[in-house]
């Protein structure tokens, strides 16, 4: 598995339920990465998608409620979740919100695709900050791209513990 994500400059990842920022460029990143393949997400996130389950993508959504989402498929609990991803190829699930899941699911990921914001979204979720886990390095870090006005870097980290 994988695990997307948009981090400012101090590894925040959202505000209110919601995005910190609205970036174009990333925004065509995540659906490079993703169209075809699978995308895991809390309740919340799959509640802050503004027109439901992303399309041509396989969605799962964790809720331990059992509720069902339209266009998606729910999984009550991590060891459910782990089934139903492990019927894909570990290259194509990607994990992508919100906090809660990318803690439960960090160490069960052997890549993690972190553009990263320079700037400061005032931030109330956060994301595990890599740089300082013994597990997880830095193997490639794109030139800056000035992007809504926001420059970014598109980073890949390697934990080392899997991959």
């Known amino acids: ?16 339920n919601g995005l910190l920022f609205r970036l174009p460029a990333d925004m065509k990143f995540f659906r490079e990465k993703t169209v075809g393949k699978v995308v895991i997400m809390g309740a919340n996130t799959f509640a802050g998608l503004p027109h439901g389950a992303l399309p041509d993508r396989v969605n799962i959504v964790l809720d331990d409620s059992g509720k069902k989402y339209n266009g998606a498929i729910t999984a009550t609990d991590i060891p459910q979740l782990l089934r139903l991803a492990a019927q894909y190829s570990t290259d ?3 994990v992508c919100g919100g906090a809660s899941v990318y803690a439960q699911l960090l160490n069960k990921c052997a890549y993690a695709y972190v553009t990263k914001a320079e700037a400061d979204g ?4 956060f994301f ?11 193997v490639s870090c794109s030139d800056p791209v000035c992007d809504g006005g926001i420059t970014i870097r598109f980073c890949t980290y390697c934990n080392t513990d899997i991959a």
Do not use: E, T
Request: glycine residues 6%.
């Open 1 to 16: 598995m994988n695990i997307i994500v948009v981090a400012d400059n101090k590894w925040g990842i959202g505000k209110n």
């Open 92 to 94: 194509d699930v990607f």
């Open 122 to 125: 005032n931030a109330d979720a």
């Open 128 to 138: 595990p900050d890599l740089d300082a886990l013994p597990n997880w390095r830095q």
